[in-house]
């Protein structure tokens, strides 16, 4: 446990300044962590334990997908569910699985919020450590924009925007850092964004990120877009668990995704790893010369992306900034539905 801690305090010291962000992780992230345990012992055990599901309880059937940390089933537990199961094999003395698990469990449970995947529980007996969240319907923007190529207007990207906004302004004015936000953990369900993975990024790479599938700096291709530049500085070979994350870099990240809907792929596509990592660390971006959006819309990447974390718009001003942009389009085509029509998910 203590890497986690330290990297909780280490990301509050960066971050400085006794902003909010101090209070955040302090106050909501770390009540499970053995060192906060004494405030409310019996509070917290016997909350933890309403969250328990006995493995047995659980049914599961195909497999929907492998990522770094683990297998994740379509299940039934009292309706559709996914299951994720952690790879217990890979759990050792080195990686204090099982504190790291709780304390993100403990952030996960308490999360509702509409744009959020909903959590139900976890089993939390070793060897057998799974997540359980809502089954959700539809499909991944990444999915959508990749594999499938559908193209979103700029309208559609607004209102799906404004929904990513949304789930992850509520999860940092809980104190909560996503850590992966992307395009992969983004669903589209009948037009409306469900995000998942949040907080889960210390216990994935905590214990498999050493055996994850990359270059030689352990970088899984897809990842390093999402990565601001203050991360992409502090990348080292197999060390990504003391990465700097904040909520600014969840901000670069939302940044990421605004320019593959608005663009339909990556951006610095194609380049090798290498060259990526030395344009964002010395501060470039991805050119939008080319790209065909209007000012307000390249002026939303641009502070997303800015180099200093302190420059990048929090996500209830990315909301209200937002919320201008498709009246003034949509004055322009009011027979235009406001909803997103369902041709995009089905
Ligand atoms: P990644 O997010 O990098 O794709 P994950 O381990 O999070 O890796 O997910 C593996 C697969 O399972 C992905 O295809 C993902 O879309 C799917 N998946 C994850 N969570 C859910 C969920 N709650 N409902 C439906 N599918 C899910
Ligand atoms: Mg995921």
């Known amino acids: 446990t203590a890497s986690i801690r330290s990297e909780g305090s280490g990301r509050v010291s960066l971050s400085g300044s006794g902003s909010t962000d101090s209070s955040g992780p302090g106050r909501d992230n770390s009540v499970d962590l053995p060192s906060h345990d004494d405030r409310w012992p019996r509070q917290n055990s016997l909350s933890m334990k309403e969250w328990d599901i006995p493995y047995d309880e659980l049914k ?23 299951v994720k199961v952690l790879h217990v094999h890979a759990l050792n003395d080195h990686c204090a699985p099982l ?8 952030t996960f449970r308490k999360t509702r919020h509409e744009n959020l995947v909903l959590f139900m529980g976890a089993c939390m007996k070793p060897p057998r450590l799974a997540i359980v969240t809502s089954l959700c319907k539809g499909m991944t923007l990444y999915t959508h924009i990749h594999l499938r190529k559908d193209k979103f207007t700029a309208n559609k990207s607004v209102l799906v925007a404004q929904q990513i906004s949304q789930g992850m302004g509520y999860l940092h004015a809980r104190g909560i850092i996503h850590k992966d936000l992307k395009t992969k ?27 994850a599938r990359g270059d030689s700096l352990g970088i899984p291709s897809g990842w390093l877009c999402y990565l601001a530049p203050e991360l992409v500085r502090a990348l080292r070979p197999h060390a990504s668990l003391h990465l700097p994350f904040s909520k600014q870099t ?32 010395k501060g470039a971006k991805q050119s939008l010369a080319n790209m065909q959006a209007s000012r307000d819309i390249k002026d939303i990447l641009m502070l997303c992306w800015s180099y200093r974390e302190s420059e990048r718009p929090d996500f209830s001003h990315l909301l209200s ?14 027979s235009h539905p406001v909803h997103l029509s369902r041709s995009a998910d089905s």
């Open 321 to 334: 900034t937002l919320e201008k942009l498709p009246r003034k389009r949509l004055a322009r085509s009011p």
């Open 60 to 82: 599961l059937y195909e497999v929907i997908g492998a990522g770094r940390f683990g297998t994740v089933y379509r299940g039934s537990w009292h309706g559709a569910v996914a």
């Open 250 to 281: 969840d901000v670069y990240a939302f940044g990421t995704v605004w320019y593959e809907l608005l663009c339909g792929e990556y951006p610095f596509k194609g380049q090798p790893a290498e060259a990526i990592i030395w344009q964002v660390g």
């Open 99 to 106: 504190d790291t698990f709780k304390h993100e469990v403990a």
């Open 185 to 211: 953990n983004i669903f589209l369900e009948n037009g409306k964004v469900v995000i998942t993975d949040f907080g889960l990024f210390s216990v994935t790479k905590l214990c498999f990120g050493n055996n």
